[in-house]
T-cell receptor, first 114, second 111 residues
Framework: EAQVTQNPRYLITVTGKKLTVTCSQN?????MSWYRQDPGLGLRQIYY???????DKGDVPEGYKVSRKEKRNFPLILESPSPNQTSLYFC?????????????FGPGTRLTVL | GEDVEQSLFLSVREGDSSVINCTYT??????LYWYKQEPGAGLQLLTY?????DMKQDQRLTVLLNKKDKHLSLRIADTQTGDSAIYFC???????????FGKGTMLLVSP
């Protein structure tokens, strides 16, 4: 089944404790992206990657890191989480053709930083 | 810069038509999308329209695009309680995969 998976689905952590949210897709997509969703703010892009070893900042990259060592994986790293990073996070992937290509979304990771 | 605006909330009765509106500012937008987010789930693509089209119909869904006014709408005919969700409008430029999303419209369908 074609899908985007994220782990964990739910995470409660404390300020300053490094964490990684994994994202994996099995569709051989070149493009992958991370978003955060907050009430009243919609989806905002954190980072994206056009292909392996190519990453770029989105609209709200501060406090986050990503890596793209393999095509299928695009982990999101919070080196020192803070309470303002409490949010619902989505990973998405698509082909790079740019012709009305559909972005496939993961199920989301709900992160709470105390 | 790019900006996509939507009304935040719409309430309709089951069986009525729903119309969700969206405006965008980037005249270079080539593709415009409607995504649906059900409670506790990620976003799923409902439909998209290429900017040289005025209308696209897919079963109960009708998308209208007014490129002059930069206005996009999604009409859902015979709305059902299962259509209750958040609907996101999004735009992209040709050749680019990055999407710019609106804040989402919460559609509530009452029996």
């Amino acid at each position: 089944e074609a899908q985007v998976t994220q782990n964990p689905r739910y995470l409660i952590t404390v300020t300053g404790k490094k964490l990684t949210v994994t994202c994996s897709q099995n569709m051989n997509h070149e493009y992958m992206s991370w978003y955060r969703q907050d009430p009243g703010l919609g989806l905002r892009q954190i980072y994206y990657s056009m292909n392996v070893e190519v990453t770029d900042k989105g609209d709200v990259p501060e406090g986050y890191k990503v890596s793209r060592k393999e095509k299928r994986n695009f982990p999101l790293i919070l080196e020192s989480p803070s309470p303002n990073q409490t949010s619902l996070y989505f990973c998405a992937s698509s082909t790079n053709r740019g012709n009305g290509n559909e972005q496939f979304f993961g199920p989301g990771t709900r992160l709470t930083v105390l | 810069g790019e900006d996509v605006e939507q009304s935040l909330f719409l309430s309709v009765r089951e069986g009525d038509s729903s119309v969700i509106n969206c405006t965008y500012t980037d005249s270079s937008s080539t593709y415009l999308y409607w995504y649906k987010q059900e409670p506790g789930a990620g976003l799923q693509l409902l439909t998209y329209i290429f900017s040289n089209m005025d209308m696209k119909q897919d079963q109960r869904l009708t998308v209208l695009l007014n490129k002059k006014d930069k206005h996009l709408s999604l009409r859902i005919a015979d709305t059902q309680t299962g259509d209750s969700a958040i609907y996101f409008c999004a735009e992209s430029l040709s050749g680019y995969s990055t999407l710019t999303f609106g804040k989402g419209t919460m559609l509530l369908v009452s029996p």
